[in-house]
C-alpha cells in the first residue's frame, strides 16, 4: 500500500482515545484508523484516557442499542504489531475501574517462544504526558 | 513547513472545519506547504455540493473548493466515513445504485491510508476536532 519512498520513514503514530465506546462513532472509526495505519509499517501505539478508557472494559454487551460491539477488535491488535495500549490510571480510578475491568489484550513475542505479553499498561497522568511528548504524530479522537 | 490537516467535524454544527480552512488559507499566505487535507468522521459532510446555507451565513463548503482550486489543495473525503454518510462521487454512485452523487468541486473520494501517509510525509499533521 505504501509506495517505497514512505517506507524508509518510520514515525512513532499515537492514537488517543477520549471517548466512550458507544454514543458517538468516534471509537469505532479511531479503531479503523488504527488498523489501516498498521500496514504502513510505523511505530504505533495507543493511549486510552477520558471516557475512552470504556473502550477496553470486558464484557461489552451492545445487544440492547442495536450497535455492533466491537471490542474483540481490540484483542487482535497483536496480530497487527500493535503491541502498546496505555491507559491512564486516572481516567480509570474516576470511574470506579480498575484493570480487572478491562478486556485481557495480549501479542504473542516471536523472540520468547511465542509468549503471550500484555499490551495494556497503566501509567499516570503524568507518563502518559511524557510518552505524548515522544510522539511524531498524535492523532485525537 | 510541509503541514497535513485533519478535519473530524462536519461544517456549522463544530468550528472545527472553520478553523481548519482559515489555519489551512493563513499556513498558505505565509509560504507553507500543504500537504493534503483530510476529511474524517462527519468532517466528510464538508465535501458535498448540496449545501444551501443562508445567504448572510459563509459557504464553508465553497470555500473549500475555492481554496482547493487556487492552491491546487488535495482535499481528501475518507471513502468508508463517506459512505456511511452519504458522500458519493460518480463512480461510487453508480457503483451502489444510487441515483446522484454529491462530492463537491476540488474534493476527492479516497481510503485511510491517505491520511496515514500525511502523517509520515508531512513535518506537522494537524487535527481539527471536537
Not at chain 1, 23 to 39: D, M, Q
Not at chain 1, 60 to 78: E, H, R, V, W, Y
Not at chain 1, 110 to 132: F, G, H, N, Q, W
Not at chain 2, 73 to 92: K, P, T
Amino acid at each position: 500500500m505504501a509506495d517505497d519512498a514512505q517506507q524508509q520513514v518510520k514515525k512513532s503514530f499515537m492514537y488517543v482515545n477520549r471517548k466512550a465506546p458507544y454514543g458517538t462513532i468516534y471509537a469505532l472509526e479511531a479503531l479503523e484508523v488504527v488498523l489501516i495505519s498498521a500496514a504502513f509499517e510505523q511505530d504505533v501505539s495507543l493511549a486510552f484516557l477520558d471516557d475512552g478508557v470504556f473502550q477496553l472494559v470486558k464484557g461489552q454487551n451492545t445487544a440492547g442499542i442495536g450497535m455492533k460491539n466491537f471490542s474483540p477488535t481490540f484483542k487482535a491488535l497483536g496480530d497487527y504489531e500493535i503491541r502498546q495500549l496505555y491507559v491512564e490510571r486516572e481516567s480509570l480510578e474516576e470511574r470506579g475501574l480498575t484493570s480487572e475491568d478491562l478486556m485481557e489484550i495480549t501479542w504473542e513475542d516471536e523472540e520468547d517462544d511465542y509468549a503471550k505479553k500484555p499490551s495494556i499498561r497503566i501509567v499516570s497522568r503524568m507518563e502518559l504526558t511524557e510518552v505524548m511528548a515522544q510522539q511524531d504524530v498524535l492523532l485525537n479522537f | 513547513m510541509k503541514l497535513g490537516i485533519l478535519v473530524n467535524e462536519g461544517p456549522y454544527t463544530h468550528q472545527a472545519s472553520d478553523t481548519a480552512y482559515q489555519f489551512t488559507k493563513a499556513a498558505l499566505e505565509k509560504g507553507h506547504e500543504i500537504f493534503r487535507v483530510f476529511f474524517y468522521h462527519d468532517g466528510v459532510n464538508n465535501g458535498t455540493r448540496l449545501t444551501v446555507p443562508p445567504q448572510d451565513d459563509r459557504n464553508l463548503q465553497q470555500a473549500w473548493s475555492e481554496l482547493a482550486e487556487k492552491h491546487n489543495l488535495d482535499l481528501v473525503v475518507c471513502i468508508a466515513a463517506a459512505q456511511r454518510r452519504g458522500i458519493l462521487d460518480e463512480g461510487e454512485a453508480k457503483r451502489h445504485g444510487k441515483d446522484a452523487s454529491n462530492i463537491a468541486p476540488g474534493f476527492r473520494i479516497s481510503g485511510l491510508g491517505q491520511l496515514v501517509e500525511s502523517g509520515i510525509v508531512a513535518d506537522r499533521l494537524v487535527v481539527f476536532g471536537d
